[in-house]
């Protein structure tokens, strides 16, 4: 009989029209996954199903929480930027306070030094007056002795005055 049945469907779909015959064999295998299904859907899809959920929420779960700590790290990122920016604007401000007070500093020396160096200067000056005007002085004076040593030996005879 399902031979038959084979051949009058070839027969029929060549013609367009499919001949389906039901029989016993498809009751047969609609009670089989019936009963598979019974069986199999407390035993193992069940846990399956459960199994992926739990994975699913598990996923989801540290999605949220990598999303946070990268939020995180962000927020502290701009936290150690912000205190690097104040830390460098507060070094930079210590730095010119102490170009200042050094060039404040280095000008209070120059100035002693400089005062220091003209009143050394003046004090040489005034010490160099003072030897010049005794030396032109004892010149002076021995002027006449030494004019007339002078003399004698240019002549080659003692000069008398």
Known sequence: ???????????????????????????????????????????????????????????????????????????ALAKYEAAMQKARAAGSAERDKLRA????????????????????LEEGRKKREGEVASVRAALRREAGTIAKDLASRVLGREVTQ
């Open 1 to 75: 009989m399902a031979l038959a049945a084979v051949t009058s469907s070839l027969h029929a779909s060549s013609g367009g029209a499919v001949v389906v015959d039901f029989d016993a064999t498809v009751l047969g295998q609609i009670v089989v996954f019936v009963a598979l299904l019974l069986v199999l859907k407390p035993l193992l899809f069940d846990p399956m199903l459960k199994l992926f959920e739990e994975r699913e929420k598990r996923i989801h779960g540290a999605k949220l929480n990598a999303r946070k700590l990268d939020e995180a790290s962000a927020g």
């Open 101 to 120: 007070e050094g060039a404040r500093h280095e000008n209070e020396i120059l100035g002693q030094v400089r005062a220091a160096t003209g009143k050394l």
